[in-house]
Structures are given as structure tokens and as C-alpha cells.
């Protein structure tokens, strides 16, 4: 009872503490209550303002007050960082310059807006950092705030360096593959030129703020997506053509300009490649023959010249998820050239049941495969292998014992670091993230991460690895799962030694750390190298 009696006397505050704090929120709720009315205020003069504009100068527009906001904010970009009441009003100032411009365009008195609306199937959740990884998320919080509130909570995030969220966009339904556009994009608005040391950030961040993200619906969708990188804001809903479907993949070519995405002949169920013009608001002006059956993941090769096709040899119902041939599929690895869709070589696995799903590229043109079994759970068969043009086989990685049973028979994405020569492969059924040494072809370690699925390179700018030694690059990979976790996976670099049971604790071959979201992460997560 007297414990009790003191731990609450503690708590008691003085009578002068208790009028400070007052003191304190009641600045704090007048200071909160000036700015919501001034913010009103401001809106609404400008509101007043532009009407009056547009009547004695037709041609004004709300472009003019985002212009003056830019101005203003590069003033302050050229401030150092003194306070952190300067950074917030940063914030402010560039937040305001996005509301006006989206605003711009849907400008008043216009009787059509000057670019598509998306706002009945998105919304937009944005902070002010460079993105780093995009992630597709199956369910994200819930806004009750929100106007466009989207039942399901499927979702796109942009993360940064620190595996924070920097915005995230509520999507229609669930998604699948996220893709990049490369940094080279021919006939685009050119680099700007670096006038002072002040714009050495603007230099580093241009290639996210001008690059577009292709979001594709999970198979079979008839959408996909393109987003800006830099807020998560949709461009442009593209939907397939009539009798074909999206089999929930693309890519680039190195130039940025086409984007190629595997499609399915609802009629004869082949296989088929689609070809999208980036520079033409992604219409479509061609398609090849997949030559195979259910094209998933493709790849550009380091040659610019040649698409890599992961044909999973799976024929599915039209409008379901339904596997129809499992007795007689035939997966291929193909090689098409992506001018005409020559076919210039086709492997197939060693099992007819080896489902071919998932590429990662090595940059000597390796390629990195995940197989999906879709045989009896007693067979045990490799999950992970490569290949290279001219082979004539697939070649399987090192697994300890041959206990491939370990991935479930399940691989659900596959990355590589080339400059190091590792590669990441993830399984959400056997719960576990694996790291590859590709110099020896073995297994370096697994680790337990429940429902994990996306894999990308670790971003060296990462702040978790700042406590290591500064001469030390974080070699690794960053992992998402349904649980809502974000986990760098960086390989000890100590040499592989035998150590006694003491020093087992310090014997970890690949180190975890973990940050958790309120999300469940979705199927992939691509890195904006």
C-alpha cells in the first residue's frame, strides 16, 4: 500500500509544474488553431485571387502559385538545416507546391481536366524522401478518413533508405510485380545541369523523381499500372487487349523506351509477349509468342538485346487461378529477341513438373532461376539453378545434403548482387530467406522469416548499417513479408572458421535485423538501382 501511495505521490506534479504544463498546451492548442485558420485563409484568398485573375487575365493559372511556392522553396534549400521549425516548413512549402499542382490540374472553369482523373481508385499518402524500394502490399491501415476508402487495402509503398514508408497509394486490386524504368530514357526532358553544391542532392534524387514504376495486377489481371516513383501518384491505367490477360510481370529494355510484359491467349492459352511504347503513354504496338505456356517473370539480358522468358508450362481457366495440365506441363527458359521475337534458345528443366518462375540477371549474363514444383511433396528436386546462353541444361546450386525439401518446393523470388556475387532467395511456405555465394555455388546460411516473399539488393545508404565499420559495405539483401517486417539480411564477412560451442553466438554467417510496418507486404520488392 505505501508502494503504491509513493509511486503516486511521484506522479503528483508541483503546483508550479502543473501551471507550466498548462501554460504549454494551451500555447501548443493556440498555436495549432492559428495555423489551421491561417492555412484556411491562405486557401481561400488564393481561391479569390485566381478568380479574379481569370477574369482579367483568361489565360492565368493555378501554375503561376506553384511556381512562386518552387521559387520560394529553393530560397530554402539553400538555407542549412539550423532548426528543425525550418525543415517542417520545408515540408510545408513543398507539400503546398503538390497540393496546388494537382490542383492545377483540374484548374477552375475548365470543362475537362487536363489529365486523366484516378483519384475514385487511389489515394495518395506522401512524405518528403527519396524512395529506395517499391513494394506491393495485400493490405494496408485502414483510412476511415478517407473519401476513397478501398475495401481490400491493396496497395503500392515507396520505402526509403531507412526502410521507412515515404508514400504509399491505395490500388483497385491486389498487385504482383513492381518494375523500374532504367535510368537511361532517350527523348525525355535531359539532366539538369549542376550550377553549385546545393544541388548535389537534386543530382542524386533527379533519377527517382523522373522515373515511372509499373505496378501489374496479380495474375490474371486485365490492368496494370504506371506510377511516378517520387510520390507514388498513378499515370496511366492500362488494360489489356480483348482475349488476353496479364500474367503479373514485365520489364524494360535498357533504354527505358518499351516495356514488355508476359500475356496469355485467353483462346489458345499460348503464351504471349506484350509490347508497351514508355514514351507514348504505354500504348501497346506489337506482341510475340512466348513459345510456351504461362509466361511469368522476363528479364532483360545484359546485351540489350535479348528477352529472357520464364515459361512456368501452366495452362489456367480463363477468368481463375485454376491449373488445368499439371500432368503434362512443359516449362521452358527462352531467349527471344526482343526486335522480332526470334526465338533464340529454349531449355527445359529436368522435370516436367519443374515450374520455371522466377529470374534475377547477373550482370555477366547469368541467369539466376527459382523453380515452383508442382509435383508429389515427397519428390525432391532443385529449386534454384542458373543458366547461361549456350548451355544445355539448367545447372542447380549447392543445397547441404540435397534437402531441397527445406523451400517447400516453393521459390518466390530470386535477387542478385552482382558486385558481390550473392544471390537472395526467399520461400513464404517454408518460412525462410536463403543466401547464396555464387563464386562456390553454396549455400552460406538460411534464416527463418515467416511468409517472407519479396527480395532486393540492401541500399548501401542504409542508417542500420551504421554501426558497423565505415570501411565496410553492407553486403545483403532486404527482405519483405505478410507479417509487415522490412529485414536487411547482410553476410558476415569474417572468414568461415570452426569455432567451439562458447563462440557459437558470434558464429552467424548471415546477420537479421528487422523493422515492422502495419502493412502486409505483398509478393515482390524492387530496388531503384
Known amino acids: 500500500m505505501s508502494t503504491i501511495e509513493a509511486n503516486m505521490t511521484a506522479q503528483v506534479p508541483t503546483n508550479h509544474q502543473s501551471s507550466s504544463e498548462g501554460q504549454s498546451g494551451a500555447l501548443s492548442y493556440e498555436l495549432l488553431t492559428t495555423s489551421m485558420l491561417t492555412a484556411l485563409g491562405t486557401v481561400a484568398l488564393v481561391g479569390i485571387h485566381h478568380r479574379y485573375r481569370k477574369q482579367q487575365h483568361p489565360d492565368a493559372s493555378l501554375q503561376d502559385y506553384v511556381n512562386g511556392i518552387r521559387t520560394q522553396w529553393q530560397t530554402l534549400r539553400s538555407v542549412p538545416d539550423s532548426t528543425p521549425t525550418l525543415a517542417r516548413l520545408r515540408y510545408a512549402c513543398q507539400q503546398a507546391a503538390a497540393t496546388l499542382q494537382q490542383a492545377y490540374h483540374h484548374d477552375i472553369g475548365d470543362d475537362k481536366p487536363a489529365s486523366p482523373d484516378f483519384t475514385s481508385m487511389h489515394t495518395t499518402t506522401i512524405l518528403v524522401r527519396p524512395v529506395s524500394w517499391v513494394s506491393g502490399v495485400a493490405s494496408m491501415p485502414k483510412d476511415h478518413t478517407s473519401l476513397n476508402h478501398n475495401e481490400h487495402d491493396f496497395g503500392v509503398v515507396g520505402i526509403d533508405a531507412d526502410r521507412q514508408i515515404v508514400w504509399q497509394t491505395t490500388m483497385p486490386e491486389r498487385v504482383h510485380d513492381i518494375v523500374v524504368q532504367p535510368l537511361s530514357k532517350p527523348n525525355r526532358e535531359p539532366k539538369p545541369d549542376i550550377q553549385d553544391e546545393s ?190 546462353r549456350g548451355d544445355i541444361s539448367l545447372t542447380p546450386l549447392t543445397m547441404p545434403n540435397n534437402q531441397w525439401q527445406r523451400f517447400h518446393q516453393y521459390i518466390a523470388s530470386v535477387a542478385v548482387d552482382s558486385e558481390r556475387n550473392l544471390l537472395c532467395v526467399t520461400t513464404p511456405i517454408g518460412g525462410c530467406a536463403a543466401i547464396y555465394d555464387l563464386t562456390t555455388r553454396d549455400l552460406i546460411d538460411d534464416v527463418s522469416l515467416p511468409d517472407c516473399a519479396g527480395a532486393s539488393i540492401l541500399a548501401n545508404s542504409d542508417a542500420s548499417a551504421s554501426n558497423m565499420d565505415d570501411r565496410t559495405e553492407p553486403l545483403g539483401f532486404i527482405v519483405s513479408d505478410g507479417q509487415g517486417q522490412l529485414t536487411a539480411l547482410r553476410v558476415n564477412a569474417l572468414p568461415k572458421v570452426t569455432l567451439d560451442a562458447n563462440d557459437a553466438e558470434h558464429s552467424e554467417r548471415i546477420i537479421k535485423s528487422s523493422k515492422p510496418h502495419k502493412m502486409s507486404f505483398d509478393n515482390h520488392l524492387q530496388a531503384l538501382c
Not at 510456351?292 to 517473370?297: Q, S, T
Request: net charge negative; with cysteine.
Open 199 to 388: 544541388d548535389v542532392q537534386d543530382k542524386s534524387t533527379y533519377a527517382t523523381q523522373k522515373r515511372d514504376v509499373v505496378v501489374m495486377g496479380r495474375r490474371p489481371s486485365e490492368n496494370f499500372w504506371v506510377l511516378k516513383t517520387s510520390n507514388g501518384q498513378v499515370q496511366y491505367a492500362i488494360k489489356s487487349d480483348e482475349n488476353r490477360h496479364f500474367y503479373g510481370h514485365a520489364c524494360y529494355s535498357l533504354d527505358g523506351k518499351w516495356l514488355y510484359v508476359t500475356e496469355n491467349d485467353t483462346v489458345s492459352l499460348a503464351g504471349k509477349i506484350g509490347i508497351y511504347d514508355a514514351n507514348d503513354a504505354y500504348q501497346k504496338v506489337a506482341e510475340f509468342d512466348s513459345h510456351g505456356i504461362g509466361p511469368h517473370e522476363l528479364i532483360m539480358h545484359p546485351d540489350g538485346q535479348t528477352l529472357v522468358i520464364a515459361n512456368g508450362g501452366i495452362k489456367t481457366e480463363q477468368a481463375s487461378r485454376e491449373e488445368l495440365n499439371l500432368d503434362t506441363m512443359r516449362p521452358s527458359l527462352v531467349y527471344l529477341n526482343r526486335h522480332d521475337g526470334t526465338l533464340l534458345e529454349q531449355v527445359t528443366p529436368e522435370h516436367n513438373q519443374m515450374s520455371v518462375r522466377h529470374l534475377a540477371m547477373h550482370d555477366d549474363g547469368t541467369v539466376m532461376i527459382g523453380i515452383q514444383f508442382q509435383g508429389e511433396r515427397h519428390i525432391n528436386v532443385p529449386l534454384v539453378l542458373t543458366h547461361q
